[in-house]
């Protein structure tokens, strides 16, 4: 396997288990670092893809400065919901929030 | 002999056991211990071969440079880098660091996290060798970031504790202001020179060629770019060496495990921005000749260390708590390093730094050993009278202190201490240095005689100190090492036989003529019996009886007493201006949230609900009566739709997955061109 093939299979295994948390944990914390997790994974393809792709530039690894700073901000959202939903519901069980249903 | 290139092994062993040790199941409570004490002591081999290595070539800066990446034209490069000072570092870590893991599996054998407990100390000392073989500025950030992070783990290891999480926070944040400087420092540095290695045969920034060009960049004012960078990267050790005024977090650092304690206050983090300062000594120097600087960063290096120096010894007059005296002590003795540093004697700043990783580490175990035997009482008030139930842990609790204190001729403390005072007494700028040590002298005894007196003698004050006894062989073993390692450490660097100021400058020293320095010796000495003599006429010659008794000092000087319990409101005045500060921002973000963004919002509404009461009208009185059975159509149709909306987000989620995958394997099926 080339090296830019190991990177997606490890990028893939990372973004699945990113998915996998995303969608059986029930704490709303560990869903927010399974969405982490899938970004991440979504990095290192921008930077596998930059460092062993055609293409010269930078702008593979300035588009991964920049999705890390969006992440960090996504995080800081992420919690603030998370604490916003523990003080309106008393648990940050994604389960128990489900007022809008239909 | 281990080559440069082959230093990674050193933090890679116990960053490896970290690993293995994260990814264990929690019922492999034995798995992460073994691993991290056979990681640590093949670390600690490894540093003694690489030691040995680097004190055949002092004045060589072995090193093994890589590039990482190149983005561009720039490429960024770390490296390895073998020398005196970082080797004899990582041996001083290791060995402190299997002291302090044996103690810990006695001390902590009970409770339920103690695998959690080991991966978190092998993560901690491998960012801490990391850092001190890092031949890159770059990588000694992230090594340093690594340090931080672990030592928020294991301050809050009680996390179920709120004093623990909230302990683990404020060290966090705080050094975390110290390493925006850090950050900028390491910024300007590489946007000024292109690179961070620090040795690159002639290119690197520790280097005569950019030391040079640092120094000739005049900025408005006077500063020059090496005075602007040395004192951003010295704002970096502030936070992590718990100076003047961030050493808020440090005394607070003792909600953790003791032998994290004994860690953090010897050998691991605050070593580190010590370590740091006396890395980059020739580019905090570069600005030493030039005139026209208004404040050279190694003035300003000595003016916080002995400001540190003597705050921190006052403050550990008042406190109660056993492990408080000996943290403010370190901020202290961490003052007297940079002090050091200051006055340009970095060699003798890391000859301190070495002999009080031996006796703090000491003390802090002795304080663990005292704290696990009277069932975690660690108020000194409540203590008492344990010098005949925990004879070993007395005694060698005394010998810390002898170190500590300085006793002269004997103790490790006595010769690194006379090697700074003798530096600052010949610093040219200003006499501050020299007054601000010789007043920590005194202080540092009194206090210590204090914590003695009221731990050790008399008669026991609380449930906890009747029934203590002395702990198991376990614990006193490190112990009995590092109590004969705080005597002898001294020996390597007294004036008479120089040997640790010649390896580590790597040019030969002379040693001193017997009569230089000799009046100094005398005089600390003489503060030293003077601290000892105040201390036990006041503490020691009729022990406290009752653990509510007023302490003598409070007794004579009330107000006085009350101000340095209360840490001089240090942390009332910064929750009184930056708390506040930062809660106006956030009230302010909430008034625009509510008021403006909130306003903007209802408005909008606001229309759109008139817009819809003018088409109701509408509807009602013309359009109405032909829709009415086909709304109510579209109303049950809507009824089935909605219960697939079912409020779960993770419902919507794999509904969305599985679109996706439909659409991937429609795509792959298809044949994407």
Same mark, same amino acid.
């Given at each position: 396997?080339?090296?830019?093939?190991?990177?997606? #299979?490890?990028?893939? #295994?990372?973004?699945?288990?990113?998915?996998? #948390?995303v969608?059986?944990?029930?704490?709303a914390?560990?869903v927010l670092?399974?969405v982490?997790?899938?970004?991440?994974?979504?990095?290192?393809?921008?930077?596998?893809?930059?460092?062993?792709?055609?293409?010269?530039?930078?702008?593979?690894?300035?588009?991964?400065?920049f999705?890390?700073?969006v992440a960090?901000a996504e995080a800081a959202v992420g919690m603030a919901l998370v604490i916003a939903v523990h003080r309106h519901l008393r648990t940050i069980?994604v389960a128990a929030a489900n007022r809008l249903k239909g | 002999?281990?080559?440069?290139?082959?230093?990674?092994?050193?933090?890679?062993?116990?960053?490896?056991?970290?690993?293995?040790?994260?990814?264990?199941?929690?019922?492999?409570?034995?798995?992460?211990?073994?691993?991290?004490?056979?990681?640590?002591?093949?670390?600690?081999?490894?540093?003694?071969?690489?030691?040995?290595?680097?004190?055949?070539?002092?004045?060589?800066?072995?090193?093994?440079?890589?590039?990482?990446?190149?983005?561009?034209?720039?490429?960024?490069?770390?490296?390895?880098?073998?020398?005196?000072?970082?080797?004899?570092?990582?041996?001083?870590?290791?060995?402190?660091?299997?002291?302090?893991?044996?103690?810990?599996?006695?001390?902590?054998?009970?409770?339920?996290?103690?695998?959690?407990?080991?991966?978190?100390?092998?993560?901690?000392?491998?960012?801490?060798?990391?850092?001190?073989?890092?031949?890159?500025?770059?990588?000694?950030?992230?090594?340093?970031?690594?340090?931080?992070?672990?030592?928020?783990?294991?301050?809050?290891?009680?996390?179920?504790?709120?004093?623990?999480?909230?302990?683990?926070?404020?060290?966090?944040?705080?050094?975390?202001?110290?390493?925006?400087?850090?950050?900028?420092?390491?910024?300007?540095?590489?946007?000024?020179?292109?690179?961070?290695?620090?040795?690159?045969?002639?290119?690197?920034?520790?280097?005569?060629?950019?030391?040079?060009?640092?120094?000739?960049?005049?900025?408005?004012?006077?500063?020059?770019?090496?005075?602007?960078?040395?004192?951003?990267?010295?704002?970096?050790?502030?936070?992590?060496?718990?100076?003047?005024?961030?050493?808020?977090?440090?005394?607070?650092?003792?909600?953790?495990?003791?032998?994290?304690?004994?860690?953090?206050?010897?050998?691991?983090?605050?070593?580190?921005?010590?370590?740091?300062?006396?890395?980059?000594?020739?580019?905090?120097?570069?600005?030493?000749?030039?005139?026209?600087?208004?404040?050279?960063?190694?003035?300003?290096?000595?003016?916080?260390?002995?400001?540190?120096?003597?705050?921190?010894?006052?403050?550990?007059?008042?406190?109660?708590?056993?492990?408080?005296?000996?943290?403010?002590?370190?901020?202290?003795?961490?003052?007297?390093?940079?002090?050091?540093?200051?006055?340009?004697?970095?060699?003798?700043?890391?000859?301190?730094?070495?002999?009080?990783?031996?006796?703090?580490?000491?003390?802090?175990?002795?304080?663990?050993?005292?704290?696990?035997?009277?069932?975690?009482?660690?108020?000194?008030?409540?203590?008492?009278?344990?010098?005949?139930?925990?004879?070993?842990?007395?005694?060698?609790?005394?010998?810390?202190?002898?170190?500590?204190?300085?006793?002269?001729?004997?103790?490790?403390?006595?010769?690194?201490?006379?090697?700074?005072?003798?530096?600052?007494?010949?610093?040219?700028?200003?006499?501050?240095?020299?007054?601000?040590?010789?007043?920590?002298?005194?202080?540092?005894?009194?206090?210590?005689?204090?914590?003695?007196?009221?731990?050790?003698?008399?008669?026991?004050?609380?449930?906890?100190?009747?029934?203590?006894?002395?702990?198991?062989?376990?614990?006193?073993?490190?112990?009995?090492?590092?109590?004969?390692?705080?005597?002898?450490?001294?020996?390597?660097?007294?004036?008479?036989?120089?040997?640790?100021?010649?390896?580590?400058?790597?040019?030969?020293?002379?040693?001193?003529?017997?009569?230089?320095?000799?009046?100094?010796?005398?005089?600390?000495?003489?503060?030293?019996?003077?601290?000892?003599?105040?201390?036990?006429?006041?503490?020691?010659?009729?022990?406290?009886?009752?653990?509510?008794?007023?302490?003598?000092?409070?007794?004579?000087?009330?107000?006085?007493?009350?101000?340095?319990?209360?840490?001089?409101?240090?942390?009332?005045?910064?929750?009184?201006?930056?708390?506040?500060?930062?809660?106006g921002a956030a009230a302010l973000a909430a008034w625009l949230e509510r008021w403006v963004w909130g306003g903007v919002v209802g408005l909008t509404g606001r229309v759109a609900e008139t817009t819809g009461e003018v088409n109701r009208a509408i509807d009602e009185d013309g359009l109405n009566t032909g829709f009415d059975r086909a709304s109510d159509g579209l109303r049950r149709t809507a009824q089935q739709y909605s219960r697939a909306q079912t409020g779960d987000v993770q419902g919507y989620l794999r509904a969305v997955v599985v679109g996706l995958?439909?659409l991937?394997?429609?795509?792959?099926?298809?044949?994407?061109?």
């Amino acid at each position: 396997m080339s090296p830019l093939h190991v990177c997606l #299979a490890l990028s893939a #295994a990372l973004f699945c288990t990113g998915l996998v #948390a995303v969608l059986v944990r029930g704490n709303a914390i560990l869903v927010l670092l399974g969405v982490e997790l899938m970004l991440n994974a979504a990095n290192l393809n921008f930077i596998a893809f930059w460092r062993f792709g055609p293409g010269g530039g930078e702008v593979g690894l300035v588009f991964v400065l920049f999705s890390i700073a969006v992440a960090a901000a996504e995080a800081a959202v992420g919690m603030a919901l998370v604490i916003a939903v523990h003080r309106h519901l008393r648990t940050i069980r994604v389960a128990a929030a489900n007022r809008l249903k239909g | 002999m281990l080559p440069a290139s082959q230093l990674w092994l050193i933090p890679a062993l116990p960053l490896v056991a970290a690993a293995i040790g994260a990814a264990a199941p929690r019922t492999a409570r034995r798995l992460p211990v073994f691993l991290a004490l056979a990681a640590i002591t093949g670390s600690l081999l490894l540093s003694v071969v690489a030691l040995v290595g680097a004190l055949a070539a002092p004045a060589a800066k072995l090193t093994a440079n890589f590039t990482w990446f190149v983005a561009g034209s720039t490429a960024v490069r770390l490296g390895w880098l073998l020398d005196p000072l970082g080797a004899l570092m990582s041996v001083m870590v290791c060995a402190v660091s299997v002291l302090v893991f044996i103690f810990s599996i006695a001390y902590l054998r009970a409770d339920p996290r103690l695998g959690r407990f080991f991966t978190c100390l092998s993560l901690f000392v491998a960012a801490m060798l990391g850092l001190l073989v890092a031949n890159s500025l770059l990588l000694l950030l992230l090594c340093w970031e690594l340090v931080g992070l672990a030592s928020y783990l294991l301050i809050g290891f009680w996390f179920d504790r709120p004093s623990a999480a909230a302990a683990a926070k404020k060290a966090f944040v705080i050094t975390r202001l110290g390493d925006l400087g850090f950050l900028l420092g390491l910024l300007w540095l590489f946007q000024a020179t292109g690179s961070s290695l620090f040795y690159d045969g002639g290119a690197g920034v520790l280097e005569a060629g950019a030391l040079e060009r640092l120094a000739a960049t005049v900025l408005p004012g006077g500063w020059t770019a090496a005075t602007g960078i040395g004192l951003l990267l010295f704002a970096g050790a502030v936070g992590k060496s718990g100076q003047f005024p961030l050493h808020v977090w440090l005394p607070d650092a003792m909600e953790g495990p003791t032998p994290v304690s004994a860690l953090i206050h010897a050998a691991t983090m605050v070593a580190a921005g010590v370590f740091l300062v006396a890395r980059v000594f020739p580019l905090m120097a570069a600005d030493q000749g030039l005139a026209a600087v208004p404040v050279h960063a190694l003035t300003a290096v000595a003016v916080v260390g002995s400001i540190t120096a003597l705050l921190g010894a006052v403050l550990a007059v008042a406190q109660t708590d056993m492990k408080r005296v000996l943290a403010y002590s370190t901020v202290s003795q961490l003052g007297y390093m940079m002090l050091a540093v200051g006055v340009g004697a970095w060699v003798a700043a890391v000859f301190h730094l070495i002999t009080h990783a031996c006796f703090k580490a000491l003390l802090f175990l002795g304080s663990g050993s005292v704290i696990h035997a009277a069932h975690h009482e660690q108020d000194s008030r409540r203590l008492g009278g344990l010098a005949g139930r925990m004879r070993f842990t007395y005694v060698t609790f005394l010998l810390g202190t002898g170190a500590l204190v300085g006793l002269p001729l004997v103790f490790s403390g006595f010769w690194s201490k006379e090697a700074i005072l003798h530096a600052a007494e010949l610093w040219p700028v200003s006499h501050l240095p020299f007054v601000a040590g010789l007043t920590g002298v005194v202080l540092t005894a009194f206090y210590m005689t204090r914590l003695v007196c009221e731990t050790f003698l008399g008669r026991p004050r609380g449930e906890g100190a009747e029934h203590a006894h002395e702990s198991p062989r376990v614990m006193t073993l490190p112990l009995a090492v590092l109590a004969v390692a705080s005597v002898a450490a001294g020996w390597i660097g007294t004036p008479a036989w120089p040997w640790l100021q010649s390896r580590l400058t790597g040019a030969p020293v002379a040693a001193q003529a017997w009569s230089d320095g000799l009046g100094l010796m005398l005089f600390s000495t003489v503060l030293v019996g003077v601290g000892i003599a105040a201390g036990w006429w006041m503490y020691g010659r009729r022990p406290r009886v009752d653990a509510r008794a007023l302490d003598p000092l409070a007794q004579r000087w009330p107000r006085v007493f009350a101000a340095l319990a209360a840490r001089l409101w240090f942390d009332e005045l910064y929750a009184a201006t930056l708390g506040r500060l930062l809660r106006g921002a956030a009230a302010l973000a909430a008034w625009l949230e509510r008021w403006v963004w909130g306003g903007v919002v209802g408005l909008t509404g606001r229309v759109a609900e008139t817009t819809g009461e003018v088409n109701r009208a509408i509807d009602e009185d013309g359009l109405n009566t032909g829709f009415d059975r086909a709304s109510d159509g579209l109303r049950r149709t809507a009824q089935q739709y909605s219960r697939a909306q079912t409020g779960d987000v993770q419902g919507y989620l794999r509904a969305v997955v599985v679109g996706l995958a439909v659409l991937a394997l429609l795509l792959i099926w298809g044949g994407v061109r």
